[in-house]
């Protein structure tokens, strides 16, 4: 076995195995916009965090792609427009421009889309420790190529 990614296990076979295991608490706090999942890391970040991490992320796609005659001139007219964010994020959502969700804080609904589209069986147990804490147990596992 061969550790890749902190918080994950890998294999040399062909399959894929991805498991989340959030408290009862961090759930609701995750499904209500409170903290944000960030897979890489296998953590939670604030939402101070993400948005700092948006900003980042929006200057260095912007600075990536300003030199490129195709997208200097949307550029320009976004930022007199004042809409560069929502440009930077239609063009993500489009898939024009690429960003790896390994690495981005993403919503509960966001992680949702992420894993549906990864097209793996997939699995949700609740637990109730001996103690009485309740943790939630997210599990994809299958083939992956």
Not at 17 to 41: A, C, P, R, T
Not at 131 to 140: L, R, S, V
Request: charged share 35%; proline share 1%; net charge negative.
């Amino acid at each position: 076995m061969l550790n890749v990614r902190e918080g994950t296990f890998e294999t040399n076979s062909s399959s894929a195995h991805n498991m989340v295991v959030v408290e009862d608490s961090q759930l609701e706090k995750w499904k209500n916009g409170e903290i944000f999942y960030v897979e890489d890391g296998n953590r939670f970040v604030s939402k101070y965090e993400k948005e700092k991490y948006d900003l980042q992320l929006l200057g260095e796609l912007v600075l990536e792609h300003a030199d490129d005659n195709v997208y200097q001139d949307e550029i320009c007219e976004a930022i007199k427009g004042n809409r560069l964010k929502e440009y930077v994020k239609e063009m993500i959502d489009d898939d024009i421009w690429y960003v790896d969700s390994y690495d981005r804080p993403l919503s509960f609904e966001e992680w949702q889309n992420v894993w549906e589209n990864r097209e793996l069986e997939e699995d949700h147990t609740t637990y109730t420790t001996p103690k009485g804490e309740k943790i939630h147990i997210y599990c994809q596992y299958g083939y992956d190529g």
